[in-house]
């Protein structure tokens, strides 16, 4: 897996797919290159690979408010 994506994904919080599917990230699994996920609309529980990582993904790691 691409060196950039095992960053965002050791980092991220929520990820964005294709523009319209929010997914809360519910773990990193660096041996498997697979991320965790939680589809808020759903309730669904998956994994995403290298390929579904780099078309159309978007992450986003939470900050604390100030």
């Known amino acids: 897996m691409d060196k950039t994506i095992v960053e965002k994904c050791k980092k991220a ?3 964005e797919l294709n523009g319209v599917d929010w997914c809360r990230v519910d773990g990193y699994d660096p041996e498997e290159q697979k991320l965790y996920v939680h589809d808020e ?3 669904d529980e998956y994994s995403l690979e290298e390929d579904d990582l ?3 993904c978007i992450f986003y790691e939470v900050k604390e408010i100030k």
């Open 13 to 15: 919080s929520f990820v």
């Open 41 to 43: 609309d759903t309730g």
């Open 54 to 56: 780099k078309e159309g």
